[in-house]
């Protein structure tokens, strides 16, 4: 799931690896007019969860928590 947060976009889409589904975001800078999205923060795996909602509310949570500490 995409959303912007703040002055950044996030992409917190979790893996699914047979049947566990796995945390992960990318944080990007919001684009200025004409520009392109730029990738500043990777979270890799963020621990294995029993469903996708999990998986992305724990995505999501470390997104927010980077953005207020790192904000724009």
Do not use: N
Not at 20 to 39: C, H, L, Q, S
């Amino acid at each position: 799931m995409q959303f912007d947060y703040k002055g950044f976009h996030i992409d917190a889409s979790p893996l699914d690896e047979g049947g566990r589904y796995y945390g992960r975001a990318k944080i990007y800078r919001r684009p200025t007019a004409g520009g392109e999205a730029v990738e500043v923060k990777y979270s890799g795996d963020l621990g294995d969860y029993p469903s996708d909602a999990d998986a992305f509310e724990a995505a999501q949570r470390w997104a927010i928590q980077w953005c207020d500490k790192h904000g724009a």
